[in-house]
């Protein structure tokens, strides 16, 4: 139809092999997608639900402060800039392959607590802080003692999120 077309029907068309990305490949981006990275990364985001499905109460009141509050409105920014930092760490992060689930689940069984007292008491510095120690305890639960070092800084950065 167009002079002779390459495309002719009946004509089979040759195919393009792409070769699968090597584990190297994969690295070098911190991308890993074995099996144990998406369990853990799952298991990840439902503690993660359930960490922050226990402590709603403590976080919208907090949120509810820094609304109110002038001192404490920086508070709206400091999970977002910790979260720009993990995500630059995102790379050393993928290095940590075994966590501590002893420590954490004790870390987070402490935080727990630390939240029932401080709710109990009224004490609410001590009942938001209690967020911080329990989000420790699930990077330990699931990256282990070391991703602490790496994550240090972003935790402290977490640190200027509860009013005094």
Known sequence: MFGGSACQEGAEQPRIKMAAPRIDDRRATGILLDDRSIAGVTGLFWFGLLLLACYWPVLFNMADQWQTDDNAA???FAPFVAGYMVWE???DLARFR???????FLICALGMIQAFLGTLGAELFIARSAFLVSLAGVVIYFLGLQAIRALGVPLLVLAFMVPI
């Open 74 to 76: 920086h508070g709206f």
């Open 89 to 91: 760490k995102r790379a």
């Open 98 to 104: 075994s966590g501590a689930p002893v420590a954490g």
